[in-house]
């Protein structure tokens, strides 16, 4: 099995919706763009990122958002050295009909007050929904190392809680731990690293907002 050196996430740039949240009443949340400022923290992070990965292949993960995909558009990485696959499972947490304004502002209280992980979005999910199917595409995204031509690094161009949630589930981290982590800024990435041990390190965490409070010992 050749694991990638370096497995990359990145949450795509500021979209129209975390500019102006009144967009939702109009457009689906899988159809919203990138704003001017997203696009220009897109081609930014495309900078680095062509810095990173030199001349070494690429396997590319993208959530099938339109912000996504022109997230990766302006990293401007080289098509003959990339593999791109659109990858549904690495999607943005569900948050049902947001036509009701006053609605959702009441359900972003419930769930501040009931937590991110658990609570439920009428006819959406919760961050335990977007855990498990996270859970299933790293068992394929395992299978894949498998590969004779397994590219040496991983790019995945995806969300904020879904970048937490791959880490929770890649780490091991309680409940407790992800409830205590903030998003990553729009055109942030996180880096898993490969070290000589075999094991993977991130290259910077993830902003705390609160201690952790588990209901028990874990570890």
């Known amino acids: 099995m050749a694991r990638p ?16 949240d009144t967009v939702y009443e109009r457009e689906p949340d899988h159809a919203l763009r990138l704003t001017p400022t997203g696009l220009r923290q897109a081609r930014e992070t495309g900078e680095e990122l062509r810095k990173t990965f030199g001349d070494e292949r690429v396997s590319v993960y993208i959530s099938p958002y339109r912000r996504t995909h022109e997230t990766f558009r302006a990293f401007d990485l080289d098509p003959d050295r990339v593999r791109v696959r659109e990858e549904p499972r690495l999607r943005e947490q569900d948050w049902g009909n947001w036509q009701d304004r006053d609605d959702v502002r009441l359900q972003k209280a419930y769930r501040d007050a009931y937590g991110h992980f658990f609570y439920r979005f009428a006819q959406g999910e919760s961050g335990a929904d977007v855990y498990d199917r996270v859970g299933a595409f790293l068992e394929s995204l395992h299978r894949s190392f498998e590969e004779p031509d397994s590219p040496e690094n991983v790019l995945l161009v995806t969300h904020g ?6 880490c929770m589930r890649w780490f091991h981290w309680s409940v407790a731990e992800f409830e205590s982590l903030s998003n990553p800024g729009n055109g942030e990435t996180r880096t898993l690293l490969l070290g000589e041990n075999g094991r993977y390190t991130i290259d910077r965490p993830f902003q705390r907002w609160r201690t952790p409070e588990p209901y028990g010992r874990t570890g």
Do not use: C, K, Y
Not at 5 to 20: F, T, Y
């Open 5 to 20: 050196q370096r497995i990359v996430l990145v949450r795509h740039g500021e979209s129209e919706g975390n500019a102006d």
């Open 161 to 166: 809680l879904t970048m937490r949630l791959f």
